[in-house]
């Protein structure tokens, strides 16, 4: 059998406002550090409910993302149960297939797998994920030309979802474990994600 999740996305790196990794090119600094974070609205995996559950990843990658030897660290829901954990742990590393299993081959060392309580929060374009005393991520999309709706990439050729992002910029992403990152007005992309396999 199979899953299917949907809901919202959000992710914010060390890279100026608009990341050029995904574009293939060298981050902005001197490497990538960045936070990947789900919500889950619906979904299931093999039978097991997923609706309203959190997962984030965080990553340490070489400037130049496509060289791989990322450093990943894959945190659940401290609220799933331990068939649903093993669930998201599946899909969120890339075992269970689908998109996320194209990604996870340029992962070169595994710093934790953890539950986590993991806080997110979206309303009006403006996403929070707090991790207690780990992640604070503070996001709001940007306003296109038009005043109203975020500019939006719709074919990168690098990403952790294959829909559409909105740009936004992250006031905040401040991580302290396992590696520690601050940074204000940087990059971050939010989307309605869904992944299938």
Not at 22 to 31: C, N, S
Not at 137 to 155: C, F, H, V, W, Y
Request: hydrophobic share 40%; with cysteine; aromatic share 8%.
């Amino acid at each position: 059998m199979g899953y299917r999740v949907e809901g919202d996305y959000v992710e914010a790196c060390n890279c100026r406002v608009s990341c050029s990794c995904i574009y293939l090119a060298p981050a902005t600094g001197e490497d990538c550090r960045v936070v990947f974070a789900w919500h889950i609205e619906h979904g299931e995996k093999d039978g097991v409910w997923l609706d309203g559950l959190n997962t984030v990843l965080a990553v340490r990658a070489p400037r130049q993302m496509t060289e791989g030897g990322w450093e990943a660290a894959l945190y659940v829901d401290e609220r799933a149960g331990a068939d649903q954990a093993n669930a998201l742990k599946a899909i969120f590393s890339g075992q269970a297939g689908g998109h996320l299993a194209t990604v996870a081959p340029l992962i070169g060392k595994i710093a934790e797998v953890a539950s986590a309580r993991i806080d997110f929060e979206s309303q009006d374009g403006r996403r929070s994920v707090e991790m207690g005393d780990r992640l604070s991520l503070r996001a709001d999309e940007m306003k296109g030309a038009d005043g109203k709706q975020a500019p939006t990439i719709s074919n990168a050729p690098l990403g952790a979802v294959t829909q559409p992002v909105r740009q936004g910029t992250a006031e905040l992403l401040r991580l302290s474990w396992p590696w520690s990152l601050e940074a204000h007005d940087c990059n971050s992309f939010s989307t309605h994600f869904v992944y299938e396999a």
